[in-house]
Every structure is written in C-alpha cells, then in structure tokens.
C-alpha cells in the first residue's frame, strides 16, 4: 500500500497494524508513526530500538512494545 507516513524519515523498518490502528517504526530517525482512525501522530523513539509490537485487542486500542529495555508503551514516548 501506499506510504500513509509524513515524508523524510526514511524507510520504516516495520510496518504492521490491526483493524482502524497501525504502526511504522523508522530506527534511523527515532521515529514511531501511528494512524489511528486517520489521525496520524508520531514520537520520539529516543534510545530504544524497537523490536517487537504488542496490540491490546480490548477498547483502550494501544500498542505496546519491545526494546532492548523492555516494555515500551506510546503514553512513556513523546509526542512530536
């Protein structure tokens, strides 16, 4: 499909998504893109390396996921 992503960050490393939610993760430039129903927000990876997605299929619809750290979940991430 076509690239849903704001442009300059590059090639997304991951993309995946479930239902109305979905993810890309650009490690070059720290970035986690996410389209939620259309409304498209991105943060700050900071340190973590991102490496494996966790969707809660309950009505909270978030995303958690892993790094070389641990559990990473978007509300510890900023927004930017």
């Known amino acids: 499909s076509p690239a849903w992503w704001p442009n300059g960050l590059g090639h997304p490393a ?3 998504g479930q239902n109305d939610l979905r993810y890309a993760i650009f490690p070059e430039t720290r970035r986690l893109v996410i389209d939620d129903r259309g409304t498209i927000s991105t943060y700050d990876t ?3 390396q991102i ?3 966790a969707q809660a299929q309950s009505s909270e ?3 958690s996921f892993t790094s070389q750290s ?3 979940k978007v ?3 900023t927004k930017v």
């Open 61 to 63: 619809r978030t995303l």
């Open 70 to 72: 641990g559990l990473v």
């Open 14 to 16: 991951a993309v995946g």
């Open 51 to 53: 490496f494996g997605v």
């Open 46 to 48: 900071g340190d973590h």
């Open 75 to 77: 509300t510890d991430l």
